[in-house]
């Protein structure tokens, strides 16, 4: 049976790059930089890094901030009011859910695709997602209100197999660490994800009938600098914003997303 534990919201962890973006001219003539609050999901890390970087060449002015964890959760820190200028999370869903608190229209960036990730040598030898249907495998898979566990379970439903999770986690993230420790023999995470742990561990590709495609919205939130939000998430979709996540594996978003 599945391991439903209620795990305790993970404290999210800031950006260790504090980066500086938008002119000076879209604060409004502040005489100080304004301080952006982006709230984004962990599969967003290294790139969003990179991105906030690039933004700070290009546009000087605005000091951005950015918060990681699971969309779930970044999405509930909107909802409870707490500092967040801008959204950015693995699905639809979960922005939806704070739609009213959401200053401008929601915008496609980048898209993500399934992979499965295994323990080092794949000692069980897995080959297909087929595989993890098999009894005594510990799979792991984010929980049912996490995009990379709802992403798993259409995959699932589409290879028409039953697979039996001994545990749900909060990110997809937190499904790698647990096959990276060697607590999990596998578990559905993002390709991204997996680019990110190196030889860490190993993958199990999954084949284009039976993937699902992650799309990764952006969204400025309402309050004092909804402006400045929305300059960036405009630049999000931008080519050089576009180039950097495919540097980190992501796909364009689809046309008119």
């Known amino acids: 049976m599945p391991d439903f534990r209620r795990w305790p919201r993970p404290a999210a962890v800031p950006s260790l790059a504090v980066v500086l973006g938008a002119s000076l001219a879209a ?16 599969s967003l890390t290294e790139v969003m890094d990179e991105l906030g970087a690039t933004y700070r060449q290009e546009r000087p002015g605005v000091r951005v901030r950015t918060v990681y964890g699971g969309s779930q959760e970044m999405a509930a820190r909107v909802g409870d ?56 495998l510990r799979v792991v898979t984010g929980g049912p209100i996490v995009p990379v566990g709802r992403y798993a379970q259409q995959m699932f439903a589409r290879a028409g197999v039953t697979v039996r999770t001994s545990s749900q986690e909060v990110s997809a993230r937190a499904v790698l660490d647990r ?16 680019r990110s742990a190196g030889v860490a561990a190993g993958s199990v590709p999954v084949p284009p009938a039976l993937n699902v495609v992650a799309s990764y919205p952006a969204a400025a ?11 960036f998430v405009t630049w999000l979709t931008s080519p050089a914003a576009r180039s950097l996540f495919g540097k980190y594996g992501f796909a364009a978003p689809a046309a008119g997303g």
Do not use: M, W
């Not at 604060?27 to 962990?42: F, H, I, K, N, R």
């Not at 420790?181 to 390709?191: L, P, R, S, T």
């Not at 939130?221 to 300059?231: I, L, M």
């Open 179 to 194: 096959v990276r420790a060697g607590e999990a023999d596998a578990g559905v995470v993002y390709v991204t994800d997996l």
């Open 27 to 42: 604060c409004g003539g502040s005489s100080g930089p304004v301080t952006l609050t982006v709230l984004a999901a962990s």
């Open 81 to 136: 009011h707490q500092p967040g200028d801008v959204l950015v999370t693995a699905d639809r869903t979960a922005l939806d859910e704070v739609s009213r608190k959401l200053a401008g229209r929601p915008r496609a960036v980048a898209r993500n695709s399934l992979t499965i990730a295994v323990r080092p040598g794949n000692p069980k030898r897995l080959r297909t997602p087929y595989d993890l249907a098999r009894p005594g």
């Open 221 to 231: 939130v309402r309050g004092g600098h909804a402006k400045q939000a929305e300059a």
